[in-house]
């Protein structure tokens, strides 16, 4: 669920971006921050999750990114 996730965020973004630079007048190198930050991010929770997930269990972690997923669709 983690990759579709994530794949979806990029899809919104990448769609969003051109959005963005009209509207806030990004350069190119502004807009590859923004797509790329999106990587950071996950890259990030990763690692926030492993920790958690150690801490606390696997399926209870994995189940709350799902349910805001689901919810919020």
Known sequence: MGAAINGYTLCVVAGAVPLLST????????????????VVGAMA???VGGFLADAAGRKPVRA???????RSV
């Open 23 to 38: 509207q806030f007048g990004l350069s190119t190198l502004e807009k590859a921050l923004v797509i790329s930050l999106n």
């Open 45 to 47: 929770g990763g690692i």
């Open 64 to 70: 709350c990114p799902t349910a805001t997923c689901a």
